[in-house]
């Protein structure tokens, strides 16, 4: 699968948005780029996924740059609550073989929200 | 059915004890993932059901961890002869047929060696 680089830690102010970065170079035509993030003490949380067009939900947008090597989650009008550990994931889309789609997690992004 | 639960949320166990943890998905989920997260990582996976078959297991994995999922329902993690190291988070996921489709995790099962 290929990898993932998130910087360590972010701040925003409630009611910013917050833009959340993720390099994924050496993607592949078939994986997707994936969004997860993990509140403390919580289990991760699916937020949203992508190919190659943007994606939006009720959660977040997901902005894919046209040669797909890095992506921008982005939260409109962050709280407090959306304080987390982001990850940034890249997963096959044809997910045979022995990958099953499972997920590999990095680090991720520590996004802290202040008042 | 309100997510994926799993059982006991803690626990707290002496070393060289065994101990079984259990994960209930979401129902009309036929695949169920189990990972391990420890303070300050990332979760990392462990092994992979589709129904009652397991049919991926982590080097991670080794001869003190079996996991099982009879009748492709509700799953068991039991870890023997527990370790210090063995000390994490225990998460259960689960996801429907579709590939695209995201897990739902649970809350976990946080283990204490000691």
């Known amino acids: 699968d290929a990898k993932t680089t998130q910087p360590p830690s972010m701040d925003c102010a409630e009611g910013r948005a917050a833009n959340l970065p993720c390099n994924h170079s050496t993607i592949s035509g078939n994986e997707y780029v994936y969004w997860y993030r993990q509140i403390h003490s919580q289990g991760p949380q699916y937020i949203i996924h992508g190919l190659k067009n943007n994606e939006t939900n009720e959660m977040a947008s997901l902005i894919i740059t046209e040669d797909r090597k890095s992506s921008t989650l982005i939260l409109p009008h962050a709280t407090l609550r959306d304080t987390a550990v982001y990850y940034c994931?890249?997963?096959?889309?044809?997910?045979?073989?022995?990958?099953?789609?499972?997920?590999?997690f990095g680090q991720g992004t520590i996004l802290t929200v202040h008042p | 059915d309100t997510g994926v639960s799993q059982n006991p949320r803690h626990k707290i166990t002496k070393r060289g004890q065994n101990v079984t943890f259990r994960c209930d998905p979401i129902s009309e989920h036929n695949r169920l993932y189990w990972y391990r997260q420890t303070l300050g990582q990332g979760p990392e996976f462990l092994t992979y059901f589709q129904n009652e078959a397991q049919l991926e297991k982590s080097r991670l994995l080794s001869d003190r961890f079996s996991a099982e999922r009879p009748k492709g329902s509700f799953s068991t993690l039991e870890i023997q002869r527990t370790e210090q190291g063995d000390s994490a988070m225990y998460l259960c996921a689960s996801s429907p047929r579709d590939r695209e489709s995201g897990y739902t995790f649970g809350s976990g099962t946080r283990l204490t060696v000691v």
């Open positions: 994931i890249v997963r096959p889309r044809n997910a045979g073989g022995t990958s099953y789609g499972k997920l590999t």
